[in-house]
C-alpha cells in the first residue's frame, strides 16, 4: 500500500458541501469494508470552486480536479472523490489517474427549482420571458429546443447559494435547472417543484455517479476499492465515458450519454445538441455488457456519421 503508514490511506476532496456529502459517503463505505485501515480526508479548495465565471475561462471542468490530479499525482494523497459528471473527457485527463472506484449511481434527472413560497408549476407552464438559471451548454440548448420564450442564465456556484440567492431575488432568474441528485445529496428535495422525464429531457453524462481515482500503477488502491464498486454502475459510466471521448466532448459540448444495463447488456441513449436548439442528433447502440466502451465508441461513432461534428464546438476548447 501506498500510504503515508501501512494503515493509513489520505483521501483527497473539494470543499464545497456536495463534495464532502460524497466523501463522507464514500470513506464511510470504505471504513465499513476496511475496519483495520485509518481514512484521513484531505480538503483541496479547487480553482473552479473559486472562480464563479464561465468554466470555460478557465480549462472547463478540469479546473474542479485539476487540484485533486496533483495531491495523486504528487503523493499528496492516495484518492481522490469526485462526481463523475465534473470529470473532464477521458481524452483531457492527466495522465497517470484513474477511475478505481465507482458508487452506485443515484438519480440522475434533472430538477426544477423555484423560488421559495411559489406555487409549485412545471417547467412547460412558466410565463414567457422566464429567466432560467443553468450553466450547463446540455440544459441551455434542450431549453431553447424544448420551449419557445425562456431566457437561458449562465448561474454557477454551490447549490446551497443558488437557492439563498433565488429566494432573496439577487440570483436574477426565475427558476433553476439542477442535479436532482444533488438535491437528494443536500437534503433539499423538497424544493423540487417538477424532476423532468429522462426520457424527454436528457441527463448528464455521469449524472448521479460518485468516483473515487487513484494513481494508475497504485494496484494496492485499485484493490482497495473493489469492495465499494457498484458493478452496474461502473459498467453504465465506462461506456458513458467512452462516446464523450471519442466525440473529443468538453464543457462547452452540449450532449448527453446515458447507459442503461439489462441483463447481460448495454444500452448507450446519446446525443449531440446544437448550442441554439435548432438541430438534435441522437444515437443508441446495444452490446454486450462486458466490453461497455466498445458499446460506448459506437454510439459516438453512429453520431458522427450522422453530423454531430457540426454541431461539436471548435477543437482546442478545454474541458
Known amino acids: 500500500m501506498s500510504s503515508p503508514s501501512a494503515t493509513t490511506v489520505r483521501v483527497a476532496t473539494r470543499t464545497s458541501p456536495m463534495a464532502m456529502w460524497q466523501t463522507r459517503k464514500c470513506v464511510g463505505l470504505l471504513r465499513a469494508a476496511h ?3 485509518t481514512f484521513e480526508t484531505v480538503p483541496i479548495t479547487s480553482l473552479g470552486d473559486r472562480y464563479h465565471g464561465p468554466l470555460a475561462d478557465i480549462g472547463g471542468k478540469g479546473a474542479f480536479v485539476r487540484a485533486l490530479d496533483q495531491a495523486l499525482t504528487t503523493g499528496q494523497v492516495e484518492l481522490s472523490i469526485s462526481c463523475a459528471k465534473d470529470l473532464p473527457s477521458p481524452h483531457d485527463r492527466m495522465p497517470g ?8 449511481r443515484d438519480d440522475a434527472r434533472d430538477a426544477l427549482i423555484l423560488p421559495s413560497g411559489t406555487p409549485p408549476t412545471a417547467l412547460g407552464t412558466l410565463p414567457p420571458g422566464s429567466r ?36 432573496d431575488g439577487s440570483l436574477g432568474v426565475d427558476a433553476l435547472l439542477v442535479a436532482y441528485a444533488g438535491m437528494l445529496r443536500l437534503d433539499v428535495a423538497d424544493r423540487a417543484a417538477e424532476i423532468l422525464d429522462p426520457t424527454v429531457w436528457l441527463p448528464a453524462t455521469g449524472a448521479g455517479i460518485v468516483v473515487v481515482e487513484h494513481r494508475s500503477n497504485d494496484t494496492a488502491m485499485h484493490d482497495l ?19 464523450l471521448a471519442t ?9 448527453s450519454v446515458h447507459a442503461l444495463l439489462h441483463a ?8 449531440v445538441f446544437a448550442p441554439d436548439g435548432t438541430r438534435t ?3 443508441r447502440t446495444t452490446g454486450p455488457a462486458e466490453h461497455p466502451e466498445s458499446v460506448g465508441r459506437e454510439a459516438a461513432e453512429r453520431l458522427l456519421k450522422d453530423g454531430a461534428a457540426q454541431l461539436l464546438p471548435a477543437p482546442g476548447r478545454q474541458s
Open 225 to 243: 476499492l473493489a469492495p465499494v464498486t457498484h458493478p452496474a454502475t461502473a459498467t453504465a459510466l465506462a461506456a458513458e465515458r467512452a462516446t
Open 247 to 255: 466525440l473529443h466532448g468538453n464543457c462547452t459540448t452540449a450532449a
Open 281 to 283: 442528433v441522437r444515437a
Open 132 to 167: 432560467i438559471g443553468t450553466s450547463a451548454p446540455r440544459r441551455t440548448a434542450q431549453l431553447r429546443q424544448l420551449y419557445t420564450g425562456f431566457d437561458a442564465v449562465p448561474v454557477r456556484g454551490n447549490l446551497n447559494t443558488r437557492l439563498t440567492k433565488l429566494d
Open 264 to 271: 447481460a447488456t448495454v444500452t448507450v441513449h446519446a446525443a
Open 35 to 37: 475496519p483495520h485501515l
Open 97 to 104: 489517474v484513474v477511475i478505481g472506484g465507482v458508487l452506485e
